[in-house]
């Protein structure tokens, strides 16, 4: 119980350091997508809670040991694969 906050740091801070990643492994024809629809989530009630479980859980989707068959499951993908706000 003692160290729920240290906890909480880490994985506030492992968020902070995939966006980075996961925008260099976009390239530049995602690149503004995948900014848009992090920053999208992140503006929501529970958008910082949902970004830091699934990258915790998932991953950021930039490595290849999390793909399956060539597909990706991280976060990455995720926001690649959000549609358009309409």
Request: hydrophobic share 40%; aromatic share 8%.
């Amino acid at each position: 119980a003692r160290t729920i906050d240290l906890q909480a740091e880490f994985l506030v801070h492992r968020l902070r350091e995939a966006l980075p990643k996961m925008l260099a492994e976009a390239g530049g024809a995602n690149h503004g997508q995948v900014q848009a629809n992090f920053d999208r989530v992140a503006s929501t009630a529970n958008g910082c809670y949902a970004l830091v479980d699934y990258v915790n859980f998932k991953g950021e989707g930039v490595l290849a040991t999390e793909r399956y068959a060539g597909q990706g499951w991280g976060l990455l993908q995720v926001l690649e694969g959000m549609k358009e706000e309409t």
